[in-house]
């Protein structure tokens, strides 16, 4: 990713696309700026005892952007990019986020500016341990319940399930979700979200009558999001023709086996230097010819500067924030079906928010009980999004986010406010 591109506000494409949103909706304007706000924001000095001994000390915060519809929701980001726009940008497509898909819950964020690669596993565990501490007043069980994010994992998920049930005496995993299986995880969680973004693809495809049998696909990140998101697609039977990581990409004509590529990922670290391939950037990954581009790194990968550049005829949006407003205007007006974000990466927070139930009813349900509830719901929110741009003509993400914001401005109105 280029310095410029970095250099994009995440929170300014935010309010871009719900002033988009807004104008559609012909939203009041007092309501407008009550949305545009989260409710809540904590940053929080976090020290740790580093492995040499010394005290470092790392920035975090936690930002509760709306509980209109429910409890605050959201992932947590360990990265040295975090910035406190970013995890409010973040907290706020959760909001919308969990209104496209139609569960109760409202959107928060949490991120720590920290980098991940260069500590041990004690530094990482005593970080988020004192992170739960700091910031156990404002979360809870019924109140917001944080989840994995970029650099952050079923590992980290309980430690956070440990921390609070310590604090208070008593097991309370429904206090995170994205836990591993054996402390309150649900079936199904850890590939949700590429679960999801395929599926996705796979009705837009259907729309635009592309054979996911003849068609390729690319995918930039190859984490948790991305690599089973190419591993859905190849056994959808895409042929997978490139991928990437942090590090650079890899390309091959022929496609990429998407299991074994993981296989390579898992034991070196990247997906560099795949047997068959050929080297190629990430940001040369994005413009290849292909029919189904999924972004699952980071945001403002799709610009101004490459957005005529992108092939693919349909983009599901696996990461949070790739595209900026900008690029959107010029990828509709090219006739790219562009799978927004709030509705493509939905898959994590719904079955997050079946794990959230089976924890708080004590139950744990099968895979195919989970993947039958979770398919049904994303497949009638692709199909909500969907009739909407075509109803009223407008582009996918603006029909998820008229759809989202419609939704939780109702909330807000019905519930009033209080004093
Ligand atoms: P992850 O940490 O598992 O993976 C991130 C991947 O991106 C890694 O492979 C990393 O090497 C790669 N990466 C980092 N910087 C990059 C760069 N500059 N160019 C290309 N690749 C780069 O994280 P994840 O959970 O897979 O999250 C990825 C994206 O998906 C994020 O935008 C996140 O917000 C979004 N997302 C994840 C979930 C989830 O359940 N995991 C849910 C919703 C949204």
């Keep these: 990713m280029s310095s410029s591109q970095q250099s994009l506000n995440p929170l300014e494409n935010a309010w871009k696309q719900l002033d988009i949103a807004a104008q559609m909706l012909r939203l009041d304007p007092d309501l407008h700026e009550v949305l545009k706000h989260p409710k809540r924001i904590l940053t929080v000095s976090i020290p740790v005892k580093m492995d040499n001994g010394h005290i470092e000390v790392f920035t975090g915060h936690r930002v509760q952007h709306s509980d209109a519809r429910g409890p605050y929701k959201g992932g947590i980001r360990y990265h040295p990019n975090v910035t406190l726009d970013e995890v409010k940008a973040l907290a706020s497509w959760m909001t919308w986020k969990c209104a496209t898909?139609?569960?109760?819950?409202?959107?928060?964020?949490?991120?720590?500016?920290?980098?991940?690669?260069?500590?041990?596993?004690?530094?990482?565990?005593?970080l988020t341990r004192r992170y739960t501490v700091m910031i156990s007043e404002i979360?809870?069980?019924?109140?917001?319940?944080?989840?994995?994010?970029?650099?952050?994992?079923?590992?980290?998920?309980?430690?956070?399930?440990?921390?609070?049930?310590?604090?208070?005496?008593?097991?309370?995993?429904?206090?995170?979700?994205?836990k591993p299986l054996h402390v309150g995880g649900s079936e199904g969680r850890i590939y949700s979200t590429s679960k999801g973004a395929v599926i996705c693809a796979r009705e837009a495809a259907s729309a635009l009558k592309?054979?996911?049998?003849?068609?390729?696909?690319?995918?930039?990140?190859?984490?948790?999001?991305?690599?089973?998101?190419?591993?859905?697609?190849?056994?959808a039977g895409c042929k997978v023709i490139a991928a990437s990581d942090s590090k650079g990409g890899v390309y091959s004509k022929k496609g990429v086996d998407a299991v074994k590529l993981n296989d390579h990922k898992n034991k070196t670290s990247s997906v560099v230097g795949f047997q068959g391939t050929e080297k190629i950037s990430n940001e040369e990954i994005l413009e290849l010819d292909c029919d189904?581009?999924?972004?699952?790194?980071?945001?403002?990968?799709?610009?101004?500067?490459?957005?005529?550049?992108?092939?693919?005829?349909?983009?599901?949006?696996?990461?949070?924030?790739?595209?900026?407003?900008?690029?959107?205007?010029?990828?509709?007006?090219?006739?790219?079906?562009?799978?927004?974000?709030?509705?493509?990466?939905?898959?994590?927070?719904?079955?997050?928010?079946?794990?959230?139930?089976?924890?708080?009813?004590?139950?744990?349900?099968?895979?195919?009980?989970?993947?039958?509830?979770?398919?049904?719901?994303?497949?009638?929110?692709?199909?909500?999004?969907y009739n909407t741009s075509k109803v009223k003509g407008i582009d996918m993400r603006s029909a998820a986010m008229v759809l989202a914001v419609g939704r939780v401005a109702d909330a807000v109105k019905t519930l009033g406010i209080w004093p």
């Design 292 to 385: 189904i581009l999924v972004p699952a790194a980071l945001e403002n990968v799709i610009t101004k500067k490459n957005a005529s550049r992108i092939q693919a005829k349909i983009v599901s949006e696996a990461a949070n924030g790739p595209t900026t407003p900008d690029a959107d205007k010029i990828l509709a007006k090219n006739e790219v079906l562009v799978i927004p974000d709030i509705l493509a990466n939905s898959g994590g927070v719904l079955v997050s928010y079946l794990e959230w139930v089976q924890n708080l009813n004590r139950e744990h349900w099968t895979e195919d009980e989970v993947n039958k509830k979770m398919e049904a719901k994303m497949i009638k929110a692709f199909k909500d999004v």
């Design 101 to 126: 898909i139609d569960i109760p819950y409202g959107g928060a964020k949490g991120g720590i500016t920290c980098n991940p690669k260069k500590m041990s596993l004690g530094e990482k565990e005593r």
């Design 210 to 235: 592309i054979n996911l049998k003849n068609a390729t696909a690319v995918v930039q990140g190859y984490g948790n999001a991305g690599s089973y998101a190419a591993m859905f697609l190849q056994q």
């Design 139 to 178: 979360i809870g069980p019924r109140r917001d319940i944080p989840a994995p994010d970029v650099y952050t994992d079923p590992q980290t998920m309980a430690w956070i399930s440990d921390t609070y049930s310590q604090i208070h005496g008593y097991s309370i995993p429904e206090i995170v979700t994205g």
